[in-house]
């Protein structure tokens, strides 16, 4: 039985998961298409517009060019630091889940076996 506890977050696809995708996506190239920013966030390619207006105005992302097909991203300072925050995070998390397990794995290993159920 699995006593596993915590939040976990970053662990399933949140949106937090998601903009750090797209920000590192971006990190890699500025010349990267709105179907790759969707294809790395796990989302459509009409739904990443949303993700990337959210960024530009938080002040994470800048975007040049005149058409989908011209657009250019470019991270902000502040949008580096957002990726590596929430890279930090997302570290944080996997390390605690990876203690937790460990623990829990421990406690069963030294847990007394069960009696077996006697038959009629």
């Known amino acids: 039985m699995s006593m596993v506890t915590g939040t976990f977050q970053l662990l399933r696809l ?4 998601r903009e750090m995708a797209v920000l590192a996506e971006i990190g890699k190239s500025d010349a990267v298409s ?6 790395a966030a796990g989302v459509s390619a009409t739904m990443i517009n949303a993700y990337v207006d959210d960024l530009v105005g938080r002040g994470l992302l800048e975007v ?4 989908n097909r011209t657009y250019r991203y470019h991270l902000t300072e502040a949008g580096r630091l957002r990726h590596e925050e929430i890279f930090r995070q997302l570290v944080r998390e996997v390390f605690e ?12 290993e030294q847990a007394p076996p069960a009696p077996e159920a006697q038959s009629a």
């Open 14 to 17: 949140s949106r937090e998961c």
């Open 34 to 39: 709105q179907r790759s920013l969707a294809r």
């Open 64 to 67: 040049t060019g005149d058409t």
């Open 97 to 108: 889940l990876y203690f937790q397990l460990k623990h829990e794995m421990r406690a069963e």
